[in-house]
């Protein structure tokens, strides 16, 4: 099935260069200049990813990411590009972040590595349900996770994550090493994407002792 991508940029070269692209590439795209009108045409055109600008007329791409990352992919595309607007941006949701001015085939790259990365076969390690403790309860079968028997929603990377530690429990994994294994090796973001991740799924999760910092290392879950 073709993937739909919805770009929100306000240039319009840039909107244009993004939109031949992505089509030449074979994407579903709809492209738009302001935040109200994307908004309203992710609820019907139900994107597979969206390429956000952050400086946007009359929206702050922050807000938006926030009200969509849930259900959708999000990519931000900004000319900010201090570590202080990465880091609030992983937080809000996105997967990943490009500083303009950029390369179109880094963008195709990336688009293409994300894309990859939740398309890959789920390896199904039993049908049972295993108990983590502190009310966290895990289904292995279904890769879902449940504290105090309420689901808690991960986003695709978080879980991804989140079940690759759990598969390798006790072992210590670098922060390259999980760019490497969770967002693959084409992957062009930067380690602190790791540690925005993990903060994410310690606080959904309710506990900061689920997933393990090694002190000069890595990662752990025990």
């Known amino acids: 099935m073709t993937k739909k991508i919805l770009i929100v940029e306000d240039e319009?070269?840039?909107?244009?260069?993004?939109?031949?692209?992505?089509?030449?590439?074979?994407y579903e795209v709809e492209s738009y200049f302001d935040g109200k009108t994307a908004l309203e045409r992710i609820k019907i055109f139900k994107p597979d990813l969206v390429l956000l600008d952050l400086m946007l007329p009359d929206i702050d791409g922050f807000e938006i990411c926030k009200q969509i990352s849930n259900d959708h992919l999000v990519i931000m595309i900004t000319a900010r590009d201090s570590i202080f607007d990465k880091i609030i941006g992983l937080e809000l949701g996105a997967d990943d972040y490009i500083v303009k001015p950029f390369e179109i085939k880094e963008v195709i790259a990336r688009v293409k590595a994300l894309?990859?990365?939740?398309?890959?076969e789920k390896q199904v390690l039993s049908e049972e349900i295993i108990e983590l403790g502190e009310g966290i309860k895990v289904d292995l079968f279904g890769e879902r996770v449940f504290k105090n028997g309420v689901e808690v929603p991960?986003?695709?990377?978080?879980?991804?994550?989140?079940?690759?530690?759990?598969?390798?429990?006790n072992r210590v994994f670098t922060r390259p090493e999980l760019l490497d294994s969770v967002w693959g090796y084409d992957y062009y973001g930067d380690?602190?994407?790791?540690?925005?991740?993990?903060?994410r799924i310690?606080?959904?999760?309710?506990?900061p002792t689920i997933i393990e910092t090694v002190f000069g290392k890595g990662y752990v879950m025990r």
């Open 191 to 199: 380690s602190r994407t790791v540690d925005v991740h993990v903060r």
């Open 115 to 120: 894309f990859r990365s939740i398309e890959k």
């Open 202 to 207: 310690r606080a959904k999760l309710g506990t």
């Open 12 to 26: 319009y070269s840039i909107n244009d260069i993004l939109t031949m692209t992505l089509i030449n590439e074979g």
């Open 154 to 169: 991960l986003k695709r990377q978080e879980s991804a994550l989140f079940f690759f530690l759990l598969k390798n429990r």
